[in-house]
């Protein structure tokens, strides 16, 4: 019988109930609480379950393996990035996906791209299967940002595609690999949408913990259309501190309110600068808009990311491999903590999620 880190419940042979069982019960709980309040995530010392030597926990984190470790060598530890086995695709047999991600912004050049590759090789170093669908289809930046510009997709009978894979083992599709991005680019928008729509359901996605989905800048038909075609879990809105870019960001706000699709929070991408030559550190795009835009919102602020150029660099070379040690990316791994566990509480919290209705797009 599974029981909290507490150990306050036993099985009827009450093996569990020995001291040496609870104490150790209670220094994991102690790891774990410390934990989530590091990175300010609610506590799971509730929900986290334990049976004689084994735990399960909504992510990978060599850090906190290490320390819960440290008071039992034998723990064994595994994974659930939700407490079910969702399928979260209806309208493709091919794929087992247990959360869609929404990537959004109102405005273009923002960053959105950046924070999707990013947030999906932090989603990978908790050690989840990730994919990313790159939906920005006038502006497919991707296929770069992940190394694998220029190649193309294999296709199954006709009717299926692989999705191309990362050397972190990223998997995703973009239009940018099947068509001239400069074609698509004129496309008119139920016709971008149909190809977005067709771009999901045809891939052979196979078993992901998450899918990023990072859509097109702005809040038009395509977004609209794309957002209840799919069976979303939760969406991210990414922004600059700068006033323009907030007042379109709020544009994206109303578009997932008005949908009903929960917010995560938001991310605020190129914050503080830090001149490289002497260390001065400058809000080129202004102070703190992120956090207002989320108070005003009723949403968290998932972290404020700085605007530098070596971010920019790694991005254009297709490079994770800086990703690992960087401090520069620090910022990515507290907001896949937080999804991943805003996610998986929402998967516990309502299970009726597991067969969210889909909309067929002709
Ligand atoms: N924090 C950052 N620091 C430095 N450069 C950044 C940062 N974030 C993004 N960039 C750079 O800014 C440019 C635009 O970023 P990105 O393509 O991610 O934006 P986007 O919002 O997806 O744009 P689009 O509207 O074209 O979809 C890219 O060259 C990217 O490398």
Redesign the pocket.
């Known amino acids: 019988m599974f029981k909290n880190l507490f150990g306050q419940k036993s099985d009827v042979s009450g093996k569990h109930q020995s001291k040496p069982q609870a104490k150790m019960n209670v220094q994991y709980s102690d790891v774990l609480a410390k934990f989530c309040a590091q990175y300010d995530v609610p506590n799971l010392t509730e929900l986290v379950k334990i049976e004689d030597e084994q735990v399960r926990l909504p992510f990978k984190l060599e850090l906190l393996e290490d320390e819960l470790k440290s008071i039992n060598h034998n723990l064994s530890i595994q994974y659930d990035y939700a407490l079910a086995t969702l399928n979260r695709s209806h309208q493709n047999p091919r794929a087992q996906i247990k959360h869609i991600i929404a990537v959004a912004?109102g405005?273009?050049?923002?960053?959105?791209?950046?924070?999707?590759?990013n947030l999906a090789r932090a989603l990978k170093q908790l050690g989840a299967d990730v994919g990313v669908l790159d939906a920005?289809i006038?502006?497919p930046?991707i296929p770069l940002?992940l190394g694998l510009a220029g190649q193309q997709p294999e296709a199954i009978d006709d009717k299926w595609m692989k999705p191309l894979v990362s050397k972190e083992g990223i998997k995703t599709i973009s239009i940018g690999y099947l068509v001239d991005p400069k074609k698509a680019a004129i496309w008119r928008g139920p016709m971008a949408s149909k190809a977005l729509t067709q771009l999901f359901n045809e891939t052979v996605w196979g078993e992901l913990d998450y899918l990023i989905i990072?859509l097109?800048?702005g809040t038009g038909d395509i977004q609209l259309t794309l957002m209840q075609s799919m069976p979303l879990s939760t969406s991210i809105v990414?922004t600059t501190p700068q006033n323009i870019a907030l007042a379109d960001a709020e544009k994206a706000l109303a578009m997932f309110n008005e949908l009903k699709i929960p917010v995560a929070g938001i991310v605020e991408?190129?914050s503080v600068?830090t001149c490289s030559q002497c260390g001065h550190q400058e809000a080129i795009f202004g102070e703190k808009g992120g956090q207002s835009l989320a108070v005003g919102h009723h949403t968290k602020l998932l972290a404020s990311?700085?605007?530098?150029?070596?971010?920019?660099?790694?991005?254009?070379k297709g490079d994770g491999s800086g990703f690992n040690s960087a401090d520069l990316f620090a910022g990515y791994r507290n907001i896949a903590i937080k999804l991943a566990t805003s996610l998986y509480l929402q998967a516990r919290n309502n299970p009726a999620q597991q067969s969210i209705p889909v909309t067929q797009v002709d």
Do not use: C
């Open positions: 912004s405005k273009g050049g923002v960053g959105k791209s950046t924070v999707s590759v920005d006038y502006g930046s940002m990072d097109p800048p990414v991408n190129m600068h990311l700085p605007l530098d150029i070596k971010i920019r660099e790694t991005m254009d």
